[in-house]
């Protein structure tokens, strides 16, 4: 495994993210202690994970107190109360934002959201602090000088250590971190964003406003579903292409597709393991993150970190998946 320090703090982080959104929902609590387990062993420290994981539909499950919300994190509190250092081998990070329960307070990014929600992870965690605390979303009826007066008493109390976002846009980081600046805070060091070959549209403003403020990209489904490993059979993409964005871009892409598949066969490499791979080849980029369902998805991952890509082969697969450039050049003179 390589590592990489997480933005412009001093944490190093492995260039693979586990996220862990199918545990307990797709994957039973046995079988995600095995994958945290075999990740270790492949030096992966780095775990992303959120307070409403362990539902397969945040739309479709009513909120309540049992509704399965929050299943994610116990399970890795679980594991992480096993010992053999494994708490203390893991970079945890877990976010906020979507409610847990139908009642006020419950949900965005106010004072007293924050406070109640790390509680409760912390709980279910079963650790004393999260080292990565993630805003799931953008607020936008809450100022940026509530957020940070939050965050600062979490970190004075040692509950969390370092601060990062998820679903913002390239303007967001550049309040949030002006804010900061503002309050002699160290701000933002990460954003979490849908970034893969087919959905490339952080590159125009959010990727820019990262690298400029010291920030580092965790690409979240890097292989856009499943479509963009094809070929790794019936327990992988091909069953997840049938739906969500894989299912989309199947029916809209398929030329695409096509090329992309013979390309990895010229290279000699899965195509899962060549999405990946250009993530870790993009600017910004530190770490995609990888939601493996079963120890052998999490082994097939592993590979991406040591594909060199040329800079031809780079070229090829701008040809195949068009990007974008920097605004205002990409759309202005």
């Known amino acids: 495994m390589k590592y990489t320090q997480l933005g412009r703090s001093g944490l190093q982080v492995s260039r693979l993210v586990l996220g862990t959104m199918n545990f307990g929902v797709r994957t039973s609590a046995t079988d995600s202690h095995a994958i945290m387990d075999h990740a270790h062993e492949s030096g992966i420290n780095f775990f992303d994970t959120a307070n409403v994981y362990g539902v397969t539909s945040q739309k479709e499950v009513p909120l309540g107190e049992d509704s399965g919300r929050g299943r994610t994190e116990e399970i890795i509190g679980d594991w992480f109360a096993l010992g053999g250092g494994r708490r203390e081998r893991t970079v945890i990070a877990t976010k906020l934002y979507n409610p847990t329960v139908d009642w006020p307070n419950s949900g965005r990014a106010s004072a007293l959201a924050i406070r109640r929600e ?128 894989a299912l989309q871009a ?67 697969l701008d040809e195949i998946f068009p990007g974008y450039r920097t605004a205002p050049e990409d759309y202005a003179w």
């Open 118 to 245: 790390c509680d409760a992870s912390l709980r279910r965690l079963k650790t004393d602090h999260i080292d990565l605390y993630q805003l799931h979303h953008v607020d936008r009826s809450t100022p940026w000088d509530e957020i940070w007066e939050a965050l600062q008493v979490l970190r004075n109390q040692g509950k969390i250590l370092y601060a990062g976002t998820s679903n913002h846009a390239g303007w967001h980081l550049a309040q949030a971190q002006e804010s900061a600046r503002a309050r002699g805070l160290l701000g933002l060091v990460s954003e979490q964003s849908l970034y893969n070959l087919v959905k490339r549209e952080v590159e125009r403003e959010l990727i820019p406003a990262a690298i400029a403020y010291g920030m580092s990209i965790l690409p979240y489904a890097p292989l856009h579903g499943g479509f963009l490993a094809a070929a790794v059979g019936a327990d992988g993409g091909a069953v997840r292409r049938r739906e969500g964005r």
């Open 250 to 316: 199947a029916e809209t892409l398929p030329d695409r597709l096509a090329r992309y598949e013979e390309f990895c066969r010229e290279l000699g490499a899965a195509p899962a393991t060549v999405a990946t791979a250009w993530l870790l080849h993009r600017p910004g980029v530190a770490a995609p993150i990888i939601g493996p369902r079963t120890v052998e998805q999490l082994e097939s991952s592993i590979p991406a970190v040591d594909l060199d890509l040329s800079g031809e082969d780079m070229d090829r």
